[in-house]
């Protein structure tokens, strides 16, 4: 998968990146707490997403619901948080079964957290680091999150195959284009991967963009800043009677509709 050579677009208008936080007992305290937040709500909701994994087996070969039971994790640390706020917006799919490739810009880990409160259920595309991290690993897993290493190709194949497997249940996936998280409040680059995925599948693209997590949780960095932060679901990119030949001109296109809604913010 290659990346775009187009250079990286302002996305915030100072183009700042984020300070490092000052130490202080008081935000070591909110961060303790912060964690400490996560690490219930997965202890609470692992036992729900067996008994829900246990019981819909049968007939739910997307997952959606134990899925969707591990996204509202986020949903309820966030309440426990009152240093976040994060807000949803934007055009919101009619129908959460009918499946898109749907990319978004990143600056923050946070941003995980902050996509999962919208109201239908994704499948994510993560480094593969995050499914070793104790009982939320595991839920990742079962929840149907798809491992990709970075910088393998293999890897980066087999991902993609498991992603058009899931879009194929009709469940949406969701992919970071720029692979990684962009810190000094630049769009950078995208990946083909994506957008090749969704010609391939003849699933349609729904861009979003995200603004305000880049000082909720530094990269590096365990504490946690403030944030007041929101998603925006922009309307969806159809890619009928596209095909591979398009590619680049897809993720152009998608790049631009992200970069005119982040100015225009």
Not at 41 to 57: H, R
Request: charged share 20%; net charge positive; with cysteine.
């Amino acid at each position: 998968m290659s990346s775009a050579s187009e250079p990286s677009t302002p996305a915030d208008p100072d183009g700042a990146a984020p300070q490092p936080l000052k130490p202080s007992l008081g935000t070591t305290l909110w961060s303790a707490w912060g964690w400490f937040t996560f690490g219930l709500a997965c202890i609470v909701a692992f036992p729900l997403m067996l008994l829900t994994w246990a019981v819909t087996a049968p007939f739910d070969k997307g997952r959606y619901w134990v899925g969707y039971i591990f996204r509202k994790v986020c949903v309820f640390q966030q309440v426990l948080l009152p240093r976040w706020k994060f807000t949803v917006s934007g055009t919101m799919p009619a129908n959460p079964r009918n499946p898109y490739v749907a990319v978004c810009n990143h600056e923050s880990f946070a941003d995980i957290l902050l996509i999962s409160h919208l109201p239908w259920e994704m499948k994510w595309l993560s480094k593969e680091g995050l499914f070793r991290v104790p009982i939320a690993g595991q839920m990742m897993s079962m929840a149907g999150d798809i491992k990709v290493v970075r910088g393998d190709k293999d890897s980066a194949k087999k991902a993609m195959a498991e992603c058009a497997v899931w879009l194929g249940r009709r469940v949406s996936v969701m992919v970071f284009p720029e692979g990684t998280r962009v810190v000094k409040g630049e769009l950078g680059p995208f990946k083909d991967g994506a957008f090749r995925l969704a010609i391939e599948t003849g699933t349609p693209v729904l861009p979003m963009v995200l603004w305000g997590t880049k000082d909720a949780m530094l990269k590096k960095d365990w504490r946690f800043g403030h944030a007041d932060a929101e998603v925006r679901v922009l309307e969806p990119v159809p890619v009928d009677g596209l095909t591979l030949d398009d590619v680049e001109a897809l993720k152009m296109q998608v790049r631009d509709l992200m970069v005119r809604e982040l100015a225009n913010r």
